[in-house]
Protein backbone atom coordinates (compact mmCIF):
# COMPACT_ATOMS: atom_id res chain seq x y z
CA UNK A 1 0.00 0.00 0.00
CA UNK A 2 1.52 3.52 -1.20
CA UNK A 3 2.44 5.96 1.38
CA UNK A 4 1.32 9.64 1.64
CA UNK A 5 3.27 11.15 -1.20
CA UNK A 6 4.54 14.97 -1.32
CA UNK A 7 5.96 16.82 -4.21
CA UNK A 8 8.18 18.41 -4.96
CA UNK A 9 10.85 17.30 -2.06
CA UNK A 10 12.61 20.11 -2.53
CA UNK A 11 12.32 23.85 -3.74
CA UNK A 12 14.00 27.22 -3.77
CA UNK A 13 12.18 30.19 -3.96
CA UNK A 14 12.77 34.27 -3.59
CA UNK A 15 11.00 36.55 -1.41
CA UNK A 16 7.48 37.72 -3.29
CA UNK A 17 7.39 34.68 -5.63
CA UNK A 18 4.60 31.99 -4.63
CA UNK A 19 4.73 28.28 -4.14
CA UNK A 20 2.23 25.00 -4.67
CA UNK A 21 2.96 22.11 -2.60
CA UNK A 22 1.28 18.59 -3.54
CA UNK A 23 -0.08 15.50 -1.42
CA UNK A 24 -1.59 12.58 -2.76
CA UNK A 25 -2.99 10.48 0.52
CA UNK A 26 -3.07 7.25 1.11
CA UNK A 27 -5.12 5.09 -1.20
CA UNK A 28 -9.05 5.79 0.89
CA UNK A 29 -7.99 8.20 3.09
CA UNK A 30 -10.18 10.95 2.37
CA UNK A 31 -8.73 13.33 5.09
CA UNK A 32 -5.30 15.58 4.36
CA UNK A 33 -3.65 18.07 7.19
CA UNK A 34 -1.01 20.18 6.22
CA UNK A 35 1.24 21.13 9.09
CA UNK A 36 4.13 23.67 9.29
CA UNK A 37 7.53 22.13 10.56
CA UNK A 38 10.38 24.72 11.71
CA UNK A 39 12.84 24.30 14.10
CA UNK A 40 12.58 24.45 17.80
CA UNK A 41 8.61 25.18 17.18
CA UNK A 42 7.36 21.40 16.13
CA UNK A 43 4.10 21.22 14.07
CA UNK A 44 2.02 23.70 13.89
CA UNK A 45 -1.28 22.88 12.04
CA UNK A 46 -2.34 24.42 8.45
CA UNK A 47 -5.42 23.23 7.45
CA UNK A 48 -7.37 19.83 7.14
CA UNK A 49 -9.50 18.84 4.21
CA UNK A 50 -12.25 16.29 3.92
CA UNK A 51 -14.12 15.83 1.02
CA UNK A 52 -13.13 18.84 -0.48
CA UNK A 53 -14.18 21.22 1.69
CA UNK A 54 -11.81 22.59 4.49
CA UNK A 55 -12.88 21.45 7.69
CA UNK A 56 -10.17 23.11 10.13
CA UNK A 57 -7.89 26.04 9.79
CA UNK A 58 -4.86 27.17 12.05
CA UNK A 59 -3.77 30.50 12.70
CA UNK A 60 -1.51 31.22 9.92
CA UNK A 61 -2.19 34.44 7.59
CA UNK A 62 -4.71 34.33 4.61
CA UNK A 63 -1.23 33.74 2.23
CA UNK A 64 -1.87 30.18 3.07
CA UNK A 65 -4.44 28.90 1.31
CA UNK A 66 -5.14 25.19 -0.13
CA UNK A 67 -7.52 23.30 -1.68
CA UNK A 68 -8.47 19.08 -2.11
CA UNK A 69 -9.58 16.98 -4.87
CA UNK A 70 -12.16 14.81 -5.85
CA UNK A 71 -9.47 11.94 -5.85
CA UNK A 72 -8.69 13.59 -2.49
CA UNK A 73 -5.18 14.82 -3.62
CA UNK A 74 -4.86 17.76 -1.68
CA UNK A 75 -2.35 21.34 -2.80
CA UNK A 76 -1.43 24.02 -0.14
CA UNK A 77 -0.33 27.45 -2.16
CA UNK A 78 1.43 29.98 -0.24
CA UNK A 79 1.64 33.63 -1.91
CA UNK A 80 3.77 36.18 -1.72
CA UNK A 81 6.45 34.18 0.30
CA UNK A 82 8.42 35.26 3.26
CA UNK A 83 11.93 34.13 4.17
CA UNK A 84 9.82 33.39 7.51
CA UNK A 85 8.31 30.65 5.44
CA UNK A 86 10.91 28.68 5.29
CA UNK A 87 10.26 25.13 6.91
CA UNK A 88 9.47 21.43 6.27
CA UNK A 89 5.58 21.17 5.23
CA UNK A 90 3.90 17.87 6.16
CA UNK A 91 1.06 16.43 4.99
CA UNK A 92 -0.66 13.76 6.56
CA UNK A 93 -4.06 11.32 5.49
CA UNK A 94 -6.73 9.48 7.82
CA UNK A 95 -9.24 7.42 6.94
CA UNK A 96 -11.51 8.99 9.61
CA UNK A 97 -14.85 10.92 8.44
CA UNK A 98 -14.94 12.91 11.60
CA UNK A 99 -11.70 15.22 13.14
CA UNK A 100 -11.50 13.49 16.69
CA UNK A 101 -8.26 12.96 19.03
CA UNK A 102 -8.78 9.16 18.18
CA UNK A 103 -7.64 9.99 14.50
CA UNK A 104 -4.37 8.43 13.40
CA UNK A 105 -2.70 10.01 10.92
CA UNK A 106 -0.28 9.14 8.46
CA UNK A 107 2.55 11.80 7.25
CA UNK A 108 4.74 12.29 4.29
CA UNK A 109 8.01 13.01 4.24
CA UNK A 110 7.69 16.47 3.45
CA UNK A 111 8.51 19.18 1.23
CA UNK A 112 11.18 21.48 2.09
CA UNK A 113 11.03 24.77 1.29
CA UNK A 114 13.59 27.28 1.64
CA UNK A 115 12.60 30.88 1.00
CA UNK A 116 15.95 33.33 -0.28
CA UNK B 1 -2.45 24.83 23.80
CA UNK B 2 0.71 23.80 22.54
CA UNK B 3 1.52 20.61 24.69
CA UNK B 4 4.66 20.50 26.48
CA UNK B 5 7.53 17.98 26.12
CA UNK B 6 10.70 17.49 28.39
CA UNK B 7 13.27 17.40 27.99
CA UNK B 8 13.76 18.77 24.38
CA UNK B 9 16.87 16.27 24.12
CA UNK B 10 18.38 13.58 25.37
CA UNK B 11 21.64 11.60 24.69
CA UNK B 12 21.78 7.96 26.07
CA UNK B 13 24.40 5.06 25.33
CA UNK B 14 22.87 1.92 23.81
CA UNK B 15 20.96 0.46 26.81
CA UNK B 16 20.14 2.92 28.87
CA UNK B 17 16.59 3.62 29.17
CA UNK B 18 14.73 7.41 28.63
CA UNK B 19 11.28 9.11 29.62
CA UNK B 20 10.00 11.59 26.97
CA UNK B 21 7.06 13.79 29.04
CA UNK B 22 4.27 15.47 27.59
CA UNK B 23 1.72 17.64 29.36
CA UNK B 24 -1.07 19.59 28.12
CA UNK B 25 -2.77 22.59 29.86
CA UNK B 26 -6.32 21.53 28.09
CA UNK B 27 -8.22 18.29 29.25
CA UNK B 28 -7.30 15.58 26.30
CA UNK B 29 -9.06 12.83 24.91
CA UNK B 30 -5.68 11.05 23.59
CA UNK B 31 -1.78 11.11 23.28
CA UNK B 32 -0.38 10.08 19.66
CA UNK B 33 3.23 9.24 19.74
CA UNK B 34 5.20 10.04 16.80
CA UNK B 35 8.85 9.34 15.42
CA UNK B 36 10.72 11.46 13.13
CA UNK B 37 13.85 10.41 11.83
CA UNK B 38 16.68 12.99 10.07
CA UNK B 39 15.12 13.64 6.39
CA UNK B 40 11.88 11.20 6.97
CA UNK B 41 8.35 11.44 7.91
CA UNK B 42 6.98 11.07 11.38
CA UNK B 43 5.96 7.91 12.42
CA UNK B 44 3.49 7.04 14.41
CA UNK B 45 4.09 4.63 17.31
CA UNK B 46 0.98 4.63 19.40
CA UNK B 47 -2.27 6.09 20.83
CA UNK B 48 -3.40 6.44 24.10
CA UNK B 49 -7.09 7.26 24.82
CA UNK B 50 -8.82 8.84 27.91
CA UNK B 51 -10.42 5.29 29.60
CA UNK B 52 -7.81 3.47 27.49
CA UNK B 53 -4.94 0.85 29.36
CA UNK B 54 -1.73 1.63 28.87
CA UNK B 55 0.02 0.69 24.85
CA UNK B 56 3.90 -0.50 23.77
CA UNK B 57 5.15 -2.22 21.52
CA UNK B 58 8.45 -4.11 22.22
CA UNK B 59 10.82 -1.65 24.39
CA UNK B 60 8.91 1.24 23.88
CA UNK B 61 5.52 2.05 25.84
CA UNK B 62 3.65 4.89 27.02
CA UNK B 63 0.96 6.10 29.92
CA UNK B 64 -1.64 8.19 30.02
CA UNK B 65 -2.53 10.27 32.99
CA UNK B 66 -5.72 11.54 32.47
CA UNK B 67 -6.41 13.82 35.73
CA UNK B 68 -3.43 15.61 35.46
CA UNK B 69 -3.36 16.05 31.50
CA UNK B 70 -0.09 14.41 31.07
CA UNK B 71 1.79 11.39 29.11
CA UNK B 72 5.35 9.75 29.50
CA UNK B 73 6.74 7.25 26.54
CA UNK B 74 9.59 4.77 28.07
CA UNK B 75 11.85 3.55 26.19
CA UNK B 76 14.02 0.83 27.67
CA UNK B 77 17.31 -0.70 26.79
CA UNK B 78 17.70 1.46 24.34
CA UNK B 79 19.29 0.78 20.34
CA UNK B 80 20.83 3.18 17.98
CA UNK B 81 17.28 2.56 16.08
CA UNK B 82 15.49 4.33 18.67
CA UNK B 83 17.34 7.61 17.43
CA UNK B 84 15.58 10.61 16.39
CA UNK B 85 13.16 13.59 16.92
CA UNK B 86 9.68 12.13 19.14
CA UNK B 87 6.76 14.44 18.86
CA UNK B 88 3.50 14.03 21.10
CA UNK B 89 0.16 15.44 20.20
CA UNK B 90 -2.57 15.56 21.71
CA UNK B 91 -6.19 15.33 20.89
CA UNK B 92 -9.84 16.25 22.10
CA UNK B 93 -12.61 13.71 21.74
CA UNK B 94 -15.16 16.10 19.37
CA UNK B 95 -15.68 20.03 18.93
CA UNK B 96 -14.05 19.17 15.05
CA UNK B 97 -9.90 19.97 16.59
CA UNK B 98 -7.36 18.84 14.87
CA UNK B 99 -4.27 17.37 16.60
CA UNK B 100 -1.80 19.75 18.38
CA UNK B 101 1.74 18.77 18.75
CA UNK B 102 4.71 19.39 20.85
CA UNK B 103 7.96 21.24 19.94
CA UNK B 104 9.78 17.68 20.02
CA UNK B 105 12.16 15.79 21.75
CA UNK B 106 15.71 14.87 20.16
CA UNK B 107 17.22 11.65 21.21
CA UNK B 108 20.38 10.29 20.46
CA UNK B 109 21.71 6.75 21.18
CA UNK B 110 25.26 6.44 20.57
CA UNK B 111 27.23 3.25 20.74
Known amino acids: KAGVTQTPRYLIKTRGQQVTLSCSPI?????VSWYQQTPGQGLQFLFE???????NKGNFPGRFSGRQFSNSRSEMNVSTLELGDSALYLC???????????????FGAGSRLTVL | QQPVQSPQAVILREGEDAVINCSSS?????VHWYRQKHGEAPVFLMI?????EQKGHEKISASFNEKKQQSSLYLTASQLSYSGTYFCGTGRLSGNTPLVFGKGTRLSVIA
Open chain 2, 48 to 52: LLKGG
Open chain 1, 49 to 55: YFSETQR
Open chain 1, 27 to 31: SGHRS
Open chain 2, 26 to 30: KALYS
Open chain 1, 92 to 106: ASSSSGTTSGANVLT
